[in-house]
Each structure stands twice: as C-alpha cells, then as structure tokens.
C-alpha cells in the first residue's frame, strides 16, 4: 500500500516535472515541444480529413521544434483555456492558435514578435441581406455574435454594445456561423483570414460586412520570460529570410 503511494507519488512528480519545462534547455531536454492549439481557425490550425492537425500556425510550430532539434507534440486546447491556462500553467510550452498580441494579454504569457497582420471582422451572410456595415452610429436591434476569450468579443463588448447591439457569446465559432446563416444573428465579428478562407471553401454563403473593425498582430504565446520566445523568434526570421515564410502564406492562406 505504502508503497504504491510513493511510486504513484514519484510518477506523479515526474510527469509534472517533465511538463513544467518551458525553457530551450529543459524542451532539448525531454525532446518534445509540447503546443497548444484551438484547431477551429482554418487555415491555421484545424484538423483535416485524416483527423490530422494541420496549417500555417502549425508549419510554423514544426520549424520551431526542427530549429530546436526536438519533436512536436500537438495538444488540442479550448481557446478559452489558454492564457490564463496551459500557458500560463506550463501544462504546454507554447500556444501558436491564431493569438491576437494585446496588452492584457501581454501581461500574463510573453509572445514572440508578430508573425501575422489580421483584423477583426463582421462576418454576414453572402450578399449582406440585414445591410450591416462598419463605420455604424448604431447598432439598436441588431444581434451579434462573437466567440468567447477572443479578441472579437473584446472589441464588441467595449464598442458595439454601447451602439445597442446586443451580443450572443459562442464558446464554438462554429455555432456561431450557422447562426448567421439560418438568420438568428445579424453577423459574427471574427478574423478576416476566417472570412477570407470561407469565400474559398464555402462559396457563396458568407461575407465580410463593411469596413474592417480594428486590425491587430498574431503571436506565439509562451510563458511568461521564457527563452523560447527569442527560440521562436529566431525560426521566424529564419523562415522570412529564407522565403519559406512566402511559401508558407501561399500554401495555407493563399491557396486555400
Ligand atoms: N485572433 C483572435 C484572438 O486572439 C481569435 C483567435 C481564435 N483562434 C483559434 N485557434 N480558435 O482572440
């Protein structure tokens, strides 16, 4: 009995130990990158038919491990449950979802430098029925929907209630999006590489709605002061220099 506590104890510790690391040494160490990723942001991270994970956000992750001269391991995490969370928790060593770089954000994880330009959206259904559009000086009876813990629901919780919208939170964008298209909410504020990709994959059903609502930088997330920020930061100026960062763009956001 005693003694199966005390193994259960040091296994238990050792699990904990291996999953604390969060610094270049201690990931070369175990040999693992542990990621964690939201995989509903198509194209940068969503699983494909095989029930793979793949896309732009998880080339990346992959060169950075490469760079590191270790594997990756992928795990699947609710956007919500990142920063404050995994990351935060060292449960994973970096987030790389499609992160918005804020202030807020900043003070709690550190984030690589900005590896993508982006912009927060209204996304409506094709040919705009309801004549939403952005500048707006009001809002009074339309429903709009935005995804918990991101920064659309930030945006909209600060800007669009105060012109009378009236806000359905969705933990799942996609509950969302098929809210706009049977018409129980007016639009959806999201990322435009989202509206982009929608056109493509789902002609015909979906568009952005005026003019973009704010524009923002995507980064790695890391915890807080760990050297793997600047490990990152390397692959990135790596990939840029070498054109594999154009290759990338083309292959995810461009032909998808
Ligand atoms: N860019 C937005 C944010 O940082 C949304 C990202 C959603 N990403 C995802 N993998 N679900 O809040």
Known sequence: MKKTLLLGMLLTGSLIGSALATTVAEVKKKGTLVLGTDPQFQPFEFTNDKGEIVGFDIDIARAIAKDLGVKLEIQNVGFGQLMPGSVTSKRVDMAISG??????????????????????????????????????????????????????????????????????????????????????????????????????????????????????????????????????????DRLKKSGEYQKLIEKWIVAK
């Open 99 to 236: 992160i918005t770089i804020t202030d807020e954000r900043a003070k709690i994880v550190s984030f690589s430098k900005p590896y993508f330009t982006s912009a927060q959206v209204f996304i409506a259904k094709n040919g705009n029925p309801r004549k939403l559009g952005w500048p707006l000086n009001s809002l009074k009876g339309r429903t709009i929907g935005v995804q918990s813990n991101t920064t659309g629901f930030y945006f909209a919780d600060e800007n669009l209630k105060k012109l009378g919208a009236t806000l359905k939170v969705y933990d799942d964008f996609a509950s969302g999006l098929s809210d706009v298209q049977n018409g129980r909410i007016d639009a959806i504020v999201g990322d435009k590489p989202t509206v982009d990709y929608l056109k493509k994959a789902r002609a015909g059903q979906f568009v952005q709605a005026g003019k973009d609502l704010v524009s923002e930088d995507y980064g790695i997330a890391f915890a807080k002061n760990s050297d793997l920020a600047q490990a990152a930061n390397r692959t990135l």
